[in-house]
């Protein structure tokens, strides 16, 4: 079976797989973009020395500094609502069925 | 930045009980209470210890909610970990990592123990300086053009012949100037690390933030080693006065150079 049968025995099933596949993927990469907080959290370091620098005062840091914390908040949410995990809040040591072979 | 690690599994929103968590900022050696003022997280709480046999982490009290990484939340978890830091050997935790009960605090301290105490034993007496290295691209490469004379001849013919014509010439410079750069900074890069490791236990170098910083590093040094650090830090940074920027900083806890994992799970 594979792309030869497809195209040989199905032709329909060809396209509509292929745009299955294209909708799973951007999909995926929605999902990547909503769930991830690197990009902030770059951006927050950038933020940082800047201010170190002097490049920016503590009033433009402070501005900047809420619209990032208002993305992650967002990007945690997300996280919440797609049932990742989400970092913070509070936390215990995993009580977990493999903890003989830990560490 | 913070190297021991926390995966929650699965942590809980942003739902708000009432106090009763405890915010932990490292752990510690230590066989008594000890107490460090009022200085904590979320409007200047009071830092003291929980203990477990020999071992003791730093917290707060905490309603159990997820602290945003703010200026003024990041500075208060600083504090607290310079503060402990005068005193004492510490593991840092990463930031906002918050515990529903004292008990599950002891509950971290016991199963972690071995890890704990062999970290703290080979941290003992060592202290993280963080180096970044900025250099302003202008600058650099108004030198480059002085001195490369591949580059010079480029320039002269680009300004000499028409816009259809010195597209290619155009780009040529540009892969010439990148390539140049990055030849001598990595140059820098490489000098300042051999200047600099030989007074330091350890080094590690991180990514670089933003596009003007051309090192972005750790080091780790022995407190009876700090003077000569400093020293080092300072005559590597006048020997570049004129091209680049030090920013140097600490004696920070050793977020860099502590790698646990703990396998922490969402409290309900």
Redesign the interface.
Known sequence: MGLLSNILFFPVTGPVAGIRWALGKVQAVVEEELTDDSSV??E???L??????GDIDDAE??RR?AAL?QR??EV?EWR?RLGK????????????EDEGN?? | MADLQ?????????GIAPDG?KYVYCIIRSDRQREFGAIGIGGGQRVYTVAFHDLAAVVSDTP????????ENVLAHEFVNETVMKEHTVIPMSF?????SED?VT??LR??Y??FSDVLDKMKDKIEFGL?V?WDREKVIANLERENDEIRRLKDEISRHTASSTYFARMQLGRLIDSALEEIGQRYVNDIHDQIKPVAVASRSNKP??DR?ILNAAFLVDRAQEQAFDERVKETSRKYEELL?F?YSGPWPPYNFVNIK??????D
């Open positions: 959290k770059r927050l370091m950038e940082e020395m800047l201010l170190e620098l840091y402070v500094e914390m992650l908040r945690r919440e995990g989400v970092s913070g809040g509070p936390v215990r040591v995993a009580r977990s830990a560490g | 926390i995966s929650p599994v699965d942590a809980v929103g942003s968590g159990i909610v997820i602290y945003d990484p703010t200026r906002g990592t918050v515990f529903r599950d509950e971290l199963s972690t071995q890890a970044k900025l933030i933003g910083m920027t920013k703990l396998k922490l799970e969402k409290a």
